[in-house]
């Protein structure tokens, strides 16, 4: 079975951090960070009117189904995504080839700026996700869950 | 593949809801979402044609409460049935925690279910994962037809695993949530073992 990604106080703080500075850094509007599973990670800048659980399933889809196009066309992934709206922009960016970094922006910021701050960010972030990694690929590093009992289980279920 | 949070202690695991064309997944999903109380759902997505077949997935994020300080979230998603979809199924399988198949019960539909329940058996193993260890349940689905095969015939055709299986309709929430909790409690199962 793949195991599945474990995140730590640490690296969270890290990660919200970078996030932080390339919202002020790109002046984008939100900038959030996704599992390629769909699972949200972290998100920064006016994020609190966004549904941010739609938007990380349905980036995780979307870049699903682009990396499903690129394999057919003999590429290996397309890592960089540009969405162009009328008046917000989407510009998505896959980090050490696990996480995907969506940036939302509008006229205030420009694709130039926007593409530039991302490769800062996601070489951070790619260092992050790789400590990340060997933590959890360390032995004796015990599932947090091994300690659960059934009854616990069964209590989520008793109602 | 879940998601362990220590930082906001949260535990995100995927469900994924399998099946051939026209069983019901997406109606069990819609089902959940009506009777789920507001606080513990988000928004349910269906990305469908304008026939309201389903076209990528439904997704239907769900809250179920904290196992000792962890909240635990699952996310329920549906494949598109139909069989010339098959490159977005295997999309939707990545990370996958816990299968539910659903079975259509009308005999006319066996062929289906069968042709399904192998497609799914190939899908999971380009995944890396094994329908014979993953969590998994089976739901057999439109009990309330005149035309459906009997559950011992389902049992021995659809679930020689043996694995949990439930009786289902859908549309009126008959067997829905025991199924959906069958294959939480597997997966947490799954989770308390470690991965």
């Given at each position: 079975?793949?195991?599945?990604?474990?995140?730590?106080?640490?690296?969270?703080?890290?990660?919200?951090?970078?996030?932080?500075?390339?919202?002020?850094?790109?002046?984008?509007?939100?900038?959030?960070?996704?599992?390629?599973?769909?699972?949200?990670?972290?998100?920064?800048?006016?994020?609190?009117?966004?549904?941010?659980?739609?938007?990380?399933?349905?980036?995780?889809?979307?870049?699903?189904?682009?990396?499903?196009?690129?394999?057919?066309?003999?590429?290996?992934?397309?890592?960089?995504?540009f969405h162009e709206g009328e008046k917000e922009s989407l510009h998505m960016s896959i980090v050490g080839g696990r996480v995907v970094l969506v940036v939302i922006f509008d006229a205030k910021s420009s694709l130039g700026l926007v593409r530039l701050r991302v490769k800062k960010a996601g070489e951070e972030l790619a260092k992050v996700f790789e400590v990340l990694a060997k933590k959890q690929a360390t032995p004796g590093a015990a599932s947090p869950f091994a300690e659960i009992t059934d009854d616990d289980i069964d209590n989520l279920f008793s109602e | 593949m879940s998601f362990i949070n220590y930082s906001s202690r949260e535990i995100n695991c995927k469900i994924v809801y399998y099946g051939p064309g026209l069983c019901g997944k997406t109606t069990n999903l819609q089902y959940v979402y009506a009777k789920t109380n507001p606080d513990a759902k988000g928004k349910m997505i269906s990305l469908a044609t304008?026939?309201?077949?389903?076209?990528?997935?439904?997704?239907?994020?769900?809250?179920?409460?904290?196992i000792r300080g962890f909240k635990t979230r699952f996310h329920l998603y549906t494949v598109p049935g139909q069989v010339f979809y098959?490159?977005?199924?295997?999309?939707?399988?990545?990370?996958?925690?816990?299968?539910?198949?659903?079975?259509?019960?009308?005999?006319?539909?066996?062929?289906a279910n069968l042709e399904s329940v192998e497609n799914l058996r190939v899908n999971l193993g380009e995944q890396g994962y094994d329908l014979a260890k993953i969590p998994y349940v089976v739901q057999y689905n439109k009990r309330d037809l005149p035309n459906i095969a009997t559950v011992e015939e389902l049992h021995r055709l659809i679930n020689p695993r043996n694995v949990p299986e439930f009786q289902a309709v859908a549309p009126t929430g008959v067997g829905v949530f025991d199924t959906l909790k069958a294959v939480a409690k597997l997966v947490l199962t799954e989770l308390k073992k470690g991965s």
């Open positions: 079975m793949n195991s599945g990604l474990v995140m730590y106080e640490e690296e969270f703080r890290l990660i919200a951090g970078i996030c932080d500075r390339l919202t002020r850094d790109a002046n984008a509007k939100v900038v959030f960070l996704v599992d390629k599973n769909g699972q949200l990670i972290a998100s920064s800048g006016q994020a609190q009117n966004l549904d941010t659980t739609s938007l990380a399933s349905l980036t995780a889809g979307n870049v699903a189904a682009m990396g499903g196009l690129a394999k057919l066309i003999g590429e290996k992934e397309f890592p960089n995504q | 304008e026939t309201e077949r389903t076209l990528f997935f439904d997704f239907l994020p769900l809250s179920l409460g904290e098959d490159a977005s199924r295997k999309l939707i399988l990545k990370g996958v925690d816990g299968v539910v198949f659903v079975a259509d019960s009308q005999i006319e539909r066996m062929e």
